[in-house]
Every structure is written in C-alpha cells, then in structure tokens.
C-alpha cells in the first residue's frame, strides 16, 4: 500500500510539472506571436495616415491597440515569466520590452509629426516645421518606424528560439523523472520481494522448494529484470506465486508504457493491473493525460508552424497573384483539405463585389461568375453575416472533384470572411474537403484569414500608389512630349488650337458629368453666390433667382453660423487655400440640410483668383442616421446597467447607472476583479469555466448578486457577451445587467 501511494504520489507530481511547464511555455510563445500581429497592425494602421482621411479614425484604433491588446499580452508574459528557468531568455524579455516601450514612443512622436505636417504650416510647431523642412513626413516615418521593425522581429524570434531551446530541455527533463519513477519502483519492489524471501525462510524447510521458485522471481526483480512464467505445485505459497506472477506482468506492461511514453507514443490505450486498484487508475489517468497533452502539442505545434508558413509566404510575395496563388495552395493542403478559393473585395464596383482572386482543383465551370454580390450564395451569405458558414454531411451537389477515374462531391464546406478592425469584409476563403473540418483547423483558418487582413490591405493600397505613379508618369511623359513639339511646331499654330478645342471640349463632357451627379456652385471673392446647379440647388429647395445675388450666409442655418470662423474661412479661400467643411445649411423650406463640400479658388489666365468654386454631396440621411443611433444609445444607458471587464476579469468600465445603484465611484471599481461585490460562499459571480466560453465567443445567461458600498444586496438578471476583436477574438466581456 505504500508503494502504491508513494507511486500514485510521484505520478501526480511528474503530469502536474510538466502540464504547468507545457502550458507555460506555450502560452508564451501563443503571447510573442499575439504581440508580432499586434505590433504589425500599428505599423499597418501608422501607414495608413498618408492614404486615409479619417485619421482619427486609424489613431484611434492604433491607440487601442497599444492600450488593450499589446498591454494585455505584455501582462500575460509578466505573470508567464516565473516558470522560465532560462536566464538568457528572462534578461532578453527585458531588453525586448524596452524596445517595445521605444517603439510605442516612435509611433507617437511619428503620428504627432504627421498630424502637424496636415496643419497649415502657420499653425506648425516650430521643431515640426524644421524637421519637415529637412525631411518629408514618408522619411520621417521610415526612419523612426519601418528601421525600427527589424530589429523588434529579430527579438521575437530570438525570444521564440530560446522559448523552444526551453521546452525541449523541459521535454528531456520529463524523460528523465519518468525513469527516475520506474527506477524508484523497482528498488521499491526488490525491497519487497527481499521481505518475501526473508519471511520464506523463516517458515522452514518444508516450503523450500517453492521458495526457490519464489526465490527465482525475486531474483530476477534483483537483477532489474521481469522473469518469465514458470511451473509450481500447489501449496500454500500457491497464492504468493501467482501474485508474483501477476506482479511480473503488472511490471512488465509498466515497462511497455514507460517504454512508449518516452517515445512519445500514445495512440493504444494501456491497461495495467487489469485498469483497477490505486496504481493502476492513477497511471490510467497518466497515460489519458499524456495523451491530451501531446495532442494539444501537436494542434498547437501545427497552428504555430502552419502561421510561421503563411507568414513567410505574406512576406516572400509581393506581387498579388502570386501571392493569393501561394496562399490557397499551400492552405489546402496544409489543413488537408480538396479544394480552395480565395476572393478580395473590389470597392470599385457599385455595389462591391467579392472577386474570385485564386481556386485550387475546383471545377473553373463553376466559376463562370468571378463576382459575387451580397447575400449570393453562400459566400454572399457569410459576407452579409461577417460569420463562418461550416456545412457538415452536405447532400447538395453544388461542387465536384474530378479525376481521370470519375468525379465526387465533397460533404463539409467551410467559408470563412477576412474581416479587418473596422468590421469591414476585405476577402473570403471557400474551402470543400471530403474528411470533416476540426475545431482547431477552423480556428486556424480565421487566423490565417486575419493575417491576410493586412495583407490584402497592403496590396489595395500597393495598387492605388502604383496606378498613382504610373499616372504621374504618364502625365509627366506627356507634358515633356507636349514641351518638345511646342518647342518644335512652333509653325504648327493651327494644329495647337485645334488640340486647344478638343481638349475644351473635353473639359465641357467632365464639366457637365460632374454636375450631374455632385452639386456644383460659384461665388465672388466676397462670398456672393453667382451659379449653382440642379442639385445643388434641388438640395437647397431655392431656384437659381432667388440666391443668385446673396451672401453664402444667406443659406447657413443660423444656429451653426459663427462669424469669426466664417470670415477665415472666406479670407483662407481669397489666398488661395482650398477648404474642406461639413455645411449644416437651411432649405427653403425650413429644414436642416447637411452637405459635405470642398471650396476652391478658380484663377485665370493671368493666375488670379477671380472666383471661389463649391463641388459637395447631401449627407443629410447620414446625418440623422447618426442623430437616431445616438438617441438609442442613450434610452439603452438610462434603461440597463452595463459593465465591462477584461479578459483577465478585471473592470475596465461602467456607465452612470451601475455606478449609482453599486454606491462606488467608477475610480474605485476600475481594475476590481469581477466578484469583488460578490457575496461569499455563493454562485453569484462567474465561473472560471464560462470565462473560458466566453473567451470563444459564447454568451453567458444569468442571476446575479451585488453588494452595494452602504451593505445592501442588490440583485440582478443579465447578460454577458463577447466584444469580439478585428482578429476574431474576444477583447473584453460587456455585462447587460437590470435590477430585479
């Protein structure tokens, strides 16, 4: 019995330090490539200042990103560092972390430098416009970002080396405690089979010859090894010989499992010791836990290899076909699965269609229409949903697999959306495979999907700067042609005029298509109107008459007019500055009218100012669209209470009517954890099992129970749910609670 507890004792130990240390390590490494996207989307969202115009917008989400995510990891490495036993890998964290607080620092210095290279250059900071003047803001940008990125890569993986270089000296020391166990049980079991033998020899001679059988077995024990089954008469050592023999088996499949756990087997199921008594469940349990454990590696080992492919080919390629080709190739055979396509967004088209980019072993008949709209088929559908569509046993036949020896359609479909941090669906992958999809492949393919993000990103963005270059080109190559015939055919003068005419002619068709479709409308240099068009003027409710003549203040809703502002608005146009503003006008009917308008100085020949041009869009549907979202937002506030944590179970936030019936301030809730206001002893908080549901994605129903600062008990009925990030995971946890 004290073997027995002694070896069910060490087998708790050795499964409990290698799943704490397994766990550990994979965590960090799971951190260090959470922080290398994360890192990669500010970058990313950084870039995006110089073709974007809604910065604030791209700040924004960069600042989040640095305040919620990289913080997050970073916190999670910190409390991850106690199980590293490398000094090596904790003092090059520390190097790391100052390289990631400079790099945040860079990125705030650059973003400060670009918003003020936008600013008119009187409004500049004096440093500013002296770093501008000697260098462009695209300089600025690379030295203090882009040359820094290497050097940030170049840590991680170096962090990520010395993490594996851990876990396989971790994985040897395992293999060492287990022989250490079975050498510890073998000297355990001599020493019982030499308290037999001394016992045998007490009882006398009359049982000398079984114990010389017995003695052959305790032998063999003695010499380390497992004797083989031998005759005996019965007697009352009967029962001693047949335990020694069960004994010897018993040991015998124990070498065979230690055997195959060192070799990292686990795929039959051992049974020892007939799968009773203490021993034999507890190392039922080892070999069930092993099993587990090496098959998380393995899911893990696949997904951080399968993320270190994908990130070498988004790296390798930069041209766009190959790169979707590389991707749906690679993807399809790397999850296993038959067939793969993969579409991207083209926002050209009105409405935007998803494209097909790349396909691999799909029949190209199917594939007549390389655009799909919203809501067509099922892509359409998960486009609409920005979910995935998994389709199990499917009996439609809406795809097939062909070969030389027939064809055959595939039963499980999986379709997954690349969505970006603005919610927005950039792309989507269409795989079909004959074998159904697991948990862990899916969860792989959205990874992949979420890296693709910024890779599809980057190529749009490629394409527009190459097409803007090439037109620059382009228009240069003609102008400096143009200069050489000019200088040329001088004589030519007929021929010139008549390019003159075309190129007017030209002018008028853009003129008149322009005023079509946006409003379109003139002004003297002292803001009096002189044309506008039909729909500007359809906006307005007026006729030409009735405007032409007036001040533009005459058509300002009166409660936005702040003359300052409008008279340097006016004296910027007069100097010859374009402007940019939201007009928030009044119709004539009385009614509030929004249009989003560029103002801009049309000169003449002479290149004087001689008149200010209006080209704007109505935005006034959009404008009460906003008005109404407000509203709503502000009834749900006064209606619910609501709270949000973190994904550590921390507050981060609540509105005006939790922190008034709770009695604290919201400085005093910030950072409790969830079941500070709890009551002891109960249920009335959530459970470690459904913060991990919700971590996934799942929405937690309940009744709860709080203590208010004055004692009282309050309690509530609510939900839970996810707030779902750009890469598909869960950022924070948003309580909608109401007091019952």
Not at 3 to 12: R, T
Not at 147 to 162: F, R, S, V
Not at 596 to 617: D, M, Q, V, Y
Request: charge should be neutral.
């Amino acid at each position: 019995m004290i073997v027995g507890i002694f070896s069910y004792w060490q087998i708790q130990q050795i499964m409990y330090d290698n799943t704490m240390s397994y766990q550990a390590l994979r965590s960090s490494q799971t951190q260090l490539q959470k922080l290398r996207n994360q890192l990669g989307s500010t970058v990313f969202l950084l870039q995006n200042r110089f073709i974007e115009e809604n910065v604030a917008v791209s700040d924004e989400s960069r600042k989040k990103i640095w305040k919620i995510e990289i913080k997050g990891s970073l916190d999670t490495l910190k409390k991850l560092q106690k199980y590293w036993v490398n000094s090596d890998l904790r003092m090059k964290y520390e190097g790391f972390q100052i390289q990631v607080r400079k790099f945040e620092l860079n990125q705030e210095e650059t973003a400060d430098i670009l918003r003020q290279s936008q600013m008119p250059e009187d409004d500049q900071d004096v440093t500013i416009k002296a770093l501008l003047k000697e260098n462009t803001s695209k300089e600025i940008f690379k030295n203090k970002i882009l040359e820094n990125i290497p050097t940030i890569n170049g840590l991680l993986d170096n962090l990520q080396d010395l993490l594996r270089q851990e876990f396989q000296e971790k994985n040897l020391q395992s293999q060492f405690n287990i022989q250490r166990f079975w050498t510890i049980e073998i000297l355990l079991f001599l020493l019982l089979m030499a308290l037999v033998i001394f016992m045998g020899i007490r009882i006398g001679q009359i049982q000398r010859k079984n114990i010389l059988q017995i003695e052959q077995y305790t032998r063999a024990f003695a010499q380390g090894n497992l004797p083989e089954k031998i005759e005996y008469q019965q007697s009352e050592t009967q029962e001693i010989l047949k335990n020694l023999e069960s004994l010897a088996y018993g040991l015998s499949q124990i070498k065979n499992f230690a055997s195959k756990v060192s070799e990292g087997s686990f795929a039959e199921n051992e049974i020892i010791f007939e799968g009773e008594g203490e021993l034999g469940n507890a190392l039922a349990q080892m070999h069930e836990g092993l099993k587990n454990v090496a098959l998380r590696d393995r899911q893990r080992n696949w997904i951080n290899e399968g993320l270190a492919l994908f990130g070498n080919i988004l790296r390798e390629y930069s041209n766009a076909e190959s790169l979707y080709n590389q991707v749906v190739v690679n993807l399809v055979k790397y999850i296993n699965a038959t067939q793969g396509a993969i579409f991207t967004l083209n926002d050209r088209q009105n409405p935007p269609t998803l494209d097909l980019k790349s396909l691999y072993a799909f029949d190209r008949h199917r594939f007549l229409e390389k655009s799909i709209k919203p809501g067509q088929g099922l892509i359409g559908q998960a486009w609409l949903e920005k979910d995935i569509i998994l389709m199990e046993h499917s009996t439609e036949n809406f795809m097939q697999i062909t070969s030389g020896l027939g064809g055959a359609s595939p039963k499980n479909v999986l379709i997954v959306p690349m969505i970006s941090t603005e919610l927005q669906v950039l792309g989507m992958f269409e795989l079909a495979s004959f074998q159904p999809f697991l948990e862990y492949q899916i969860d792989f393919v959205k990874r992949i999907g979420s890296m693709m993000v910024a890779a599809v990103s980057a190529l749009k963005n490629t394409e527009k700067t190459k097409q803007l270059l090439d037109e620059a080109q382009r228009n240069t190559l003609r102008m400096n042609v143009q200069e050489q015939e000019m200088r040329q055919n001088l004589s030519q003068l007929a021929n010139v005029k008549e390019d003159i005419i075309k190129t007017q002619a030209q002018y008028n068709a853009l003129y008149n298509g322009v005023g079509q479709i946006m409003g379109y409308a003139e002004f003297e240099l002292q803001d009096t109107i002189i044309f506008a068009n039909n729909v500007f003027l359809d906006a307005i409710r007026y006729n030409l008459s009735e405007i032409k003549g007036k001040s533009a203040k005459y058509l300002y809703n009166p409660k936005s007019l702040k003359p300052v502002d409008y008279q340097k608005f006016w004296q910027a146009l007069r100097e010859g500055h374009a402007q940019n503003q939201e007009l928030r006008l009044q119709s004539k009917d009385g009614q509030e009218i929004w249009i989003t308008a560029t103002f801009f100085p049309a000169r003449n020949h002479k290149n004087e100012i001689e008149k200010i041009i209006l080209i704007g869009n109505e935005i006034t549907h959009f404008r009460h669209a906003e008005y109404q979202t407000a509203n709503r937002i502000n009834a749900f506030n006064q209606s619910y209470s609501i709270v949000e944590y973190n994904m550590i179970g921390n507050l981060i936030d609540a509105n005006e009517k939790f922190v008034r019936l709770i009695g604290y301030s919201l400085n005093e809730l910030k950072d409790k954890p969830h079941d500070w206001l709890a009551p002891a002893q109960t249920h009335s908080s959530l459970t470690q099992d459904e913060w991990e549901r919700m971590e996934q994605g799942n929405t937690i129903n309940g009744k709860f129970e709080l203590f208010a600062k004055n004692g009282q008990l309050l309690k509530f009925s609510g939900i839970f749910v996810p707030v779902i990030s750009g890469n598909g995971r869960a950022k924070s946890v948003l309580g909608i609670l109401q007091n019952l």
